[in-house]
């Protein structure tokens, strides 16, 4: 008999199964609230040799009030990497070499379990940010109908996420590709509610909300930016003129056009992949020449921004 559904169990029953797992490997101490504590510890130890950033107003700014623009680049998920020859820390190398400032990570739901968040996503993290590299942890679903589960699944991921890797100035959060089947009121209402979980729990990171389509609405009661701070907003380069891009942070989250962005804006491209054999214009040698370009203009180093110079 042929099985009835291969749709994926809900994040709640993930993170669920996750920790009861973690409690019957520890006997009865709930081992996994002692090893989340050690691993935000650590994590906490690593985040105070990199960089602060901050939204002001429509710039990011570094610790010494830098405006920073960030190029990278999106990569497949961890178990997709490590199933090819191309493995993830030759990937972030070649960015990091290559003039990028920014990698897209997406953590599948297939791949939650009791130690992948605090085992490889954190060494992911730690290597990246070792290299210059930001890290934006994305769910990389998109909420539709029916909206109530699709949201509670990226609210979970989200709560997930921020347990082990909250205010790591180099790891921000993107929990969702973005909001469909809503009118602009639910989006901005749904928008919110992701960033008020990671200020519920204290967390300073930046947030990224792809297609924040609220912003267009004629009407100027729900055509507002989220409350919160440090949120960025994803969008798609073809679609830019629609919003208010001197008034917030704007990223081109999944660029693959051939030709390269203008940088008149100062805003942040993060390409669809990054191959450097590729023949493609929209990889290789093209993006190469431009991260190297932006990166001289806007001079920054995630590992050392307390003196106020950018590091050589």
Same mark, same amino acid.
């Given at each position: 008999?042929?099985?009835? $559904?291969?749709?994926?169990?809900?994040?709640?029953?993930?993170?669920?199964?996750?920790? +009861?797992?973690?409690?019957?490997?520890?006997?009865?101490?709930?081992?996994?609230?002692?090893? $989340?504590?050690?691993?935000?510890?650590?994590?906490?130890?690593?985040? @105070?040799?990199?960089?602060?950033?901050?939204?002001?107003?429509?710039?990011?700014?570094?610790?010494?009030?830098?405006?920073?623009?960030?190029? @990278?680049? =999106?990569?497949?998920?961890?178990?997709? *990497?490590?199933?090819?020859?191309?493995?993830?820390?030759?990937? +972030?190398?070649?960015?990091? #070499?290559?003039?990028?400032?920014?990698?897209?990570?997406?953590?599948?739901? $297939?791949?939650? &379990?009791?130690?992948?968040?605090? @085992?490889?996503?954190?060494?992911?993290? !730690? !290597?990246?940010?070792?290299?210059?590299?930001?890290?934006?942890?994305?769910?990389?679903?998109?909420?539709?109908?029916?909206? =109530?589960?699709?949201?509670?699944?990226?609210?979970?991921?989200?709560?997930? *996420?921020?347990?082990?890797?909250?205010?790591?100035?180099?790891?921000?959060?993107?929990?969702?590709?973005?909001?469909? #089947?809503?009118?602009?009121?639910?989006?901005?209402? /749904?928008?919110?509610?992701?960033?008020?979980?990671?200020?519920?729990?204290?967390?300073?990171?930046?947030?990224?909300? =792809?297609?924040?389509?609220?912003? &267009?609405?004629?009407?100027?009661?729900?055509?507002?930016?989220?409350?919160?701070?440090?949120?960025?907003?994803? /969008?798609?380069?073809?679609? *830019?003129?629609?919003?208010? +891009?001197?008034?917030?942070?704007? *990223?081109?989250?999944?660029?693959?056009?051939?030709?390269?962005?203008?940088?008149?804006?100062?805003?942040?491209?993060?390409?669809?992949?990054?191959?450097? #054999? $590729?023949? =493609?214009?929209?990889?290789?040698?093209?993006?190469?020449?431009?991260? !190297?370009?932006?990166?001289?203009?806007?001079?920054?180093?995630?590992?050392?921004?307390?003196?106020?110079?950018?590091?050589?």
């Amino acid at each position: 008999m042929a099985p009835e $559904s291969k749709r994926p169990m809900s994040r709640q029953s993930i993170i669920l199964i996750a920790l +009861l797992a973690q409690v019957a490997l520890a006997g009865c101490a709930p081992r996994w609230t002692s090893e $989340s504590q050690s691993i935000a510890a650590e994590m906490t130890a690593e985040a @105070g040799r990199v960089c602060r950033l901050r939204v002001d107003r429509a710039t990011i700014r570094d610790q010494a009030g830098r405006r920073v623009v960030l190029h @990278g680049a =999106n990569l497949p998920t961890l178990t997709e *990497m490590e199933a090819s020859p191309y493995k993830p820390a030759d990937r +972030l190398r070649d960015l990091a #070499d290559a003039g990028a400032k920014i990698v897209r990570l997406r953590v599948a739901d $297939s791949e939650i &379990t009791p130690t992948f968040i605090p @085992g490889p996503v954190t060494d992911f993290v !730690q !290597q990246a940010n070792r290299l210059g590299l930001v890290v934006i942890l994305a769910w990389g679903d998109t909420i539709q109908a029916p909206l =109530n589960p699709r949201v509670t699944d990226a609210e979970s991921w989200l709560r997930l *996420m921020i347990d082990y890797l909250k205010n790591n100035p180099g790891v921000w959060f993107d929990p969702a590709d973005a909001i469909r #089947d809503a009118s602009s009121q639910r989006q901005r209402a /749904i928008a919110q509610r992701f960033v008020d979980v990671a200020r519920g729990y204290n967390a300073s990171n930046i947030i990224l909300i =792809n297609q924040p389509d609220w912003l &267009t609405d004629p009407d100027p009661n729900t055509r507002q930016f989220l409350s919160g701070g440090n949120v960025v907003y994803g /969008i798609d380069i073809e679609t *830019m003129n629609r919003y208010p +891009l001197d008034a917030a942070p704007f *990223m081109f989250t999944r660029w693959d056009n051939s030709r390269v962005a203008t940088d008149a804006l100062g805003i942040g491209v993060i390409a669809a992949q990054y191959d450097p #054999d $590729s023949a =493609n214009p929209a990889n290789g040698a093209t993006l190469r020449r431009y991260w !190297q370009r932006q990166a001289a203009r806007y001079p920054f180093d995630l590992r050392d921004c307390r003196s106020g110079a950018p590091r050589r």
